[in-house]
């Protein structure tokens, strides 16, 4: 996916990603010479598909989680479904705001473990010390985690 | 004047998203996954009811009898059943240095399951926008196929059985995730209707450059009446592999296993 200014005959560059949260998506790409910047809007259905081939429009920052669209889409998931506790030990990592953990609570227990990974390797690879509901906003946005 | 609009090709620097790098990046993760697994078995039949996930679970758990590494893909993501023919009780999937460790039954079979993710008695049901759903759900299932082989440590195996759900859908999946095409194995029960729908998935498997194994016709003895077996043996130039009674005991798939399989 390319997008041209036609005015300045140059590819424009991907600028950032947005998730509203209620199922659409925006991305932004501006051009270099002129500065304009336009927006790319997909509707739920249009999110939804591209969602569906497990691809991310302005490119990925993270490795592949094991099951990702699994986790991340299936609504009818078992609580019980993953044992996501051996998978990391004990170690000294970013903290979490009381508002955070009060957050990720209230993630369903099926993709909970996932995105707490997910949470946890941003700070880290950020130097981010503690995450509060700000960095789990920033890193949904930059992440292209739409409904995490 | 018309617009001077150059082309996608014509366009040279790179494309941030990646799409197609994203893609190549999903189907090499299933080669890197499956370099240990020697066959890939898609067990299919494009009719319903005529015993795959049967099969498939009698021939993994003959292999494992016989000392070898056997596994299930269990594809049919909606109306699961290789963990109760494996014998697999449902717990929780463990997850190891970024891949899930697949359920282990107590002779050896290594199987991974819709059974296993989603709530007892509900169906697979994926979030997103209630309209229009004949869209997108094709892709999710077609994409957690591609994690069900990806991201399950299914290990070094003997053999992969992949149980499809009836129809050449998943099976069409399947040969474009897979680095290569799967052997086939196709099942049958006698009747000239179950041949007829087994004839066209059999030619779809070959189109897409599977190799068929042959035919196990199924349920024979019983009230179905036909010799779809041997007539689809003939037709393809294949043989026919078995002949299940109802009620097979071990001794059955273990001849198969132990002969032309």
């Known amino acids: 996916m390319k997008f041209l200014c036609v005015e300045c005959d140059r590819q424009m560059q991907f600028e950032e990603r947005r998730l509203p ?7 932004a790409f501006r051009c270099p010479t002129c500065g304009r910047v336009v927006a790319l809007l997909t509707n739920p259905m249009e999110t939804q598909l591209v969602a569906s081939l497990g691809v991310k429009i302005g490119g990925t920052t993270l490795p592949p989680q094991p099951m990702e669209m699994v986790r991340g889409m299936v609504a009818t998931g078992r609580d019980d479904a993953f044992d996501d506790a051996r998978e990391r030990g004990p170690g000294s990592g970013p903290s979490w705001s009381t ?7 209230r993630v369903p227990n099926f993709v909970r473990g996932m995105v707490k990974r997910i949470y946890l390797d941003y700070a880290k690879d950020r130097g981010i010390a503690e995450i509060t509901p700000a960095v789990m906003d920033t890193a949904r946005t930059e992440l ?4 995490m | 004047m018309p617009l001077n609009i150059r082309t996608y090709h014509e366009l040279t620097d790179a494309d941030r998203s990646g799409l197609v790098d994203q893609i190549v990046a999903q189907r ?9 697994v020697r066959r890939v078995v898609a067990v299919l039949s494009g009719k319903g009811g005529v015993g795959k996930s049967f099969v498939t679970a009698g021939l993994a758990r003959a292999r494992a009898r016989s ?3 056997a596994g299930v893909l269990d594809a049919d993501f909606n109306g699961p059943t290789a963990p109760q023919l494996l014998h697999l009780p449902v717990t929780s999937c463990t997850l190891h240095d970024g891949v899930i460790e697949p359920l282990v039954s107590a002779e050896g079979v290594r199987c991974f399951s819709m059974t296993f993710l989603v709530e007892d008695g509900r169906p697979l049901a994926f979030r997103g926008p209630d309209t229009e759903a004949f869209v997108w759900r094709g892709a999710l299932e077609a994409a957690a196929l591609r994690e069900f082989l990806a991201d399950v440590a299914w290990g070094a195996l003997d053999e992969l059985f992949v149980d499809l759900p009836p129809g050449v859908q998943r099976f069409q999946e399947l040969t474009e995730l897979l680095p290569a095409p799967p052997a086939v194995l196709a099942v049958t029960i006698p009747t000239p209707e179950s041949r007829d729908a087994v004839r066209r998935a059999l030619r779809g498997a070959i189109d897409r450059k599977a190799t068929p194994l042959g035919i196990v016709e199924n349920m024979v003895g019983g009230p179905f009446a036909g ?11 294949i043989p026919v592999l078995a002949r299940v009674p109802f009620h097979p005991g071990d001794h059955v798939w273990d001849a198969i296993i132990q002969g032309a399989l």
């Open chain 1, 21 to 27: 949260g209620d199922g659409t998506l925006a991305a």
């Open chain 1, 99 to 105: 508002e955070a953990q009060e957050r990720l609570a």
């Open chain 1, 144 to 147: 292209g985690l739409e409904g």
């Open chain 2, 28 to 36: 090499r993760r299933v080669a890197d996954r499956l370099a240990s």
């Open chain 2, 67 to 69: 000392g070898q590494a």
């Open chain 2, 227 to 237: 010799s779809a077996g041997d007539e689809l043996a003939a037709e393809f130039g």
